[in-house]
Nanobody
């Protein structure tokens, strides 16, 4: 069983930065395709970014490219999300997700593709 534990959320002013972490245990980290999703208040959960397990190639929600960066440290079994130039619309609960499957690029954004989820960490962007 894979366990995912997010951290790093909090309150930040517009224009600020945060780095979220997702500590992974229970399975070899290198064998997992990893992703970040978020759920803004009153809205559905949406894809943020993903990194493939084999090639480490990355995929992003188009509107977040250039501000958000996903990365993984296989030695630390940890997934990261660096978020810069944060805006109030980035306010959401951010979730880490994992699958043992190797996904096609077109499938990375699919919420149903991931069988393991963290509990989420709150990010609030407000002055």
């Amino acid at each position: 069983q894979v366990q995912l534990l997010e951290s790093g959320g909090g309150l930040v002013q517009p224009g600020g930065s945060l780095r979220l972490s997702c500590a992974v245990s229970g399975r070899a980290f290198t064998g997992l395709t990893m992703a970040w999703f978020r759920q803004p208040p009153g809205k559905d959960r949406e894809f943020v970014a993903a990194v493939k397990r084999s090639t480490n190639s990355m995929s992003y929600k188009n509107s977040l490219k250039g501000r958000f960066t996903i990365s993984r440290d296989n030695a630390k079994n940890t997934l990261y999300l660096q978020m810069n130039s944060l805006e109030p619309d980035d306010t959401a609960v951010y979730y880490c997700a994992a699958t043992v499957r190797s996904l096609n690029t077109s499938s990375l954004a699919g919420e149903k593709e991931y069988e393991y989820w963290g509990q989420g960490t709150q990010v609030t962007v407000s002055s």
